[in-house]
Structure formats: C-alpha cells, structure tokens
C-alpha cells in the first residue's frame, strides 16, 4: 500500500504517519517528487486495520498496490528512480553506455579496451572476473587478480566499473575494487546472493533470466531493494525461445513493460542476445528506440583472441560506428548520449 500525501502537507504529516507505521511493526520507504509525497508501507499492510489513515493531517488518499514487488513498481516512485554509479546517473535523460570485454584476460588487454571504450564516449568499463560458463572446461575467468586488473584499468581511464558477482562470498573482496556489481541471468533468482548484495549498497545491474517473466525479474530486484539498497538497474539481455538463429531473443517490449510496471532503469544489453557480431549493433539500436536507459556492449582490443565470447565481441571501430548511430536514434526519441 501507499499512502498519497497532499501538496501542502508538512514534514511534520510526514513524520507522524511514518512513526504510526513504526508503531505498528511496519517499515516505510519515503518518495519525495517534485509533485507528490509518496510514503510506501513496507510489511503486512492487514496490521492497518484499526487504523484510520485517510483520517490523519496532511493524507489524500491510500493506494494498494496489488503486485508483490512494492519498492520496484511505479506506484512507488511514479517519476521513476535514478541510480548513481560514480558520476554516472542511470534513470536521467542521458543514455548511459557501458563497454569492454566479456572477460578479464590480462592487465594489457582490460587497459587497451578500456582506453578504446572511453575514446569512443563510454561511461562505465565492464569486465568479468568471475565467469559463470556453461561447461566447467570453458574458461572461468581470472577471478582476484581480474578484479584487480579491471580496477586499475578504471582508474588509469577515469572509468567507474562493473563486474559480475555469482556468490555472496565474493562480496567484501569485489566491494573493494567494483563501483557496481552484476547479477548475471544465472544467478537472478539466487536469493541468498540478491539479500546480500542488498546488504552491501553497492549499486547493481541485475541482469533478466534465460526464462523469467518480467514480473519474476521484477520480484527478484525486490529482494535487492528489501534490504535497504535501491540502487537496481535491469538489464533486458535476451530470453531462451524456440529461435536457433540468435544466441538469445532480445525482449524489445520488456523496455516499455518495465518503464510502466517499474520505477527502475532499464537497460539492454545487445551482445548476449544476438551471439554474433554481425547483430549487435541493429539490436543496440532498436533498444535505445525503445527507450531504453542504458547499453552494454562486449567490447574486445582483438575479438578473434578472447577467451570466451568471441564471436559476439565487438573491435572498438565497431562499437565506435554503434556509439554514434545509437546518439542519432537517441535525438530521435528526446534522449541523448
């Protein structure tokens, strides 16, 4: 449930609903727009019973909010909410573009994507450290040392950096050298690794499952945010489908669906769903059509060389030809880059 605040209500109105809340064993999660106050009931909102909210100073109305994710849904937050990744700001007008390799390999390699991305106008450099694979005889990624190598390569290039997490063990090391972690489509339902990465409040880019529904996706960034941590940017990376010709499906509508049912950024992420080189770019663009916040490209110095991924990966010429299309397709839509 929300609680609809009146336009002339004071921090006072404010305070003693809150404080009711808490009398009641309920929590509240406070929304200030610049055209509502927006107080959401965190907890059994049955509790409220006896309790005549409409009734007290400076309330309109309450609202129920019928999903099960509450922090995550629009109603919650209707302007929608903006997280900060360094001087970043995913949620804002601006199209945030984040780029480099699937995977950490060497301090050579990570430096010479992550001057290439930044040249081109990149905002964040992704590397993984941790690489989840399919078959344990792939390669699983440099793990400590990558995490090291991908840090230095952020601050030799002004970059703040993103990287996968896949166990809440991993978490006090990664939160020394990450400005925000990922949660890949493999481990979005991992409960325990969603709580704890909500624990830490580092931002996060939750990335959508092979087959989860948006609102699976949706319960999932709840989890997150149910730990005090707010700061969840989806990432639509393409669903299983009987389709063969493409890695995955890129979800286009997904952007639309989430800007409506949700309060978070969303953004798209163009190499897993088309497996191919060849794809990325029309699927990048199609995304920022669609509105979304945000694109991460695997972006590689050598794609013939790396380590996993290759055939997706991008020369930096490539995502260079992406970037500047993608600014024109922005313009287009009231977005820019």
């Known amino acids: ?25 309920l929590g509240a999660n406070l929304s200030t727009g610049s055209q509502t106050t927006i107080i959401g009931v965190l907890g059994d ?12 100073d400076g309330v309109e109305k309450c609202v129920p909010i019928m999903h099960s ?13 903006t997280v900060r990744v360094g001087n970043v700001t995913f949620g804002a007008k601006k199209v945030v573009m984040i780029a480099g390799p699937c995977a950490v390999e060497n301090q050579e390699q990570i430096l010479k994507a992550a001057e290439g991305v930044k040249a081109v106008g990149a905002a964040l450099l992704r590397g ?25 390569a952020g601050d030799e290039t002004g970059l703040p950096v993103v990287s996968e997490v896949t166990d ?25 690794l969603l709580r704890e990465v909500g624990r830490t409040g580092v931002p996060v880019l939750l990335k959508r499952g092979i087959a989860s529904t948006v609102e699976e996706w949706l319960d999932a960034a709840e989890y997150i945010m149910s730990e005090g941590n707010c700061g969840v940017v989806l990432c639509e990376r393409g669903i299983r489908t009987f389709e063969t010709a493409t890695r995955n499906t890129l979800d286009v509508s997904a952007v639309p669906v989430v800007r409506e049912r949700s309060s978070l950024p969303i953004i798209v992420d163009p190499s897993h769903a088309a497996g191919k080189a060849a794809y990325v770019e029309p699927l990048a663009l199609a995304g920022v059509a669609a509105g979304a916040d945000g694109l991460i490209v695997e972006v590689h110095p050598n794609p013939k060389q790396a380590l996993s991924d290759a055939a997706q990966q991008l020369t930096v010429d490539a995502y260079a030809s992406l970037f500047h299309k993608a600014a ?3 313009r287009a839509v009231g977005r820019e880059i």
């Open 168 to 192: 809440h063990e991993q978490l006090a090391f990664a939160e020394q050298y990450c400005d925000m972690f990922q949660i890949g489509a493999r481990n979005m339902q991992n409960f325990r």
């Open 45 to 56: 909102k049955t509790k409220l019973s006896d309790a005549n909210l409409e009734l007290m």
């Open 1 to 25: 449930m929300i609680i609809v605040m009146k336009k002339n209500c004071t921090r006072d109105h404010v305070e003693n609903i809150i404080q009711l809340l808490k009398e009641y064993g």
């Open 328 to 330: 024109e397709v922005a």
């Open 69 to 81: 994710y509450k922090l995550a849904s629009r109603d919650m937050v209707p302007e929608g909410r």
């Open 128 to 152: 993984g450290a941790y690489k989840p694979r399919t078959s344990p005889y792939s390669f699983q990624g440099t793990e400590e040392e990558g995490l090291k190598m991908l840090r230095r």
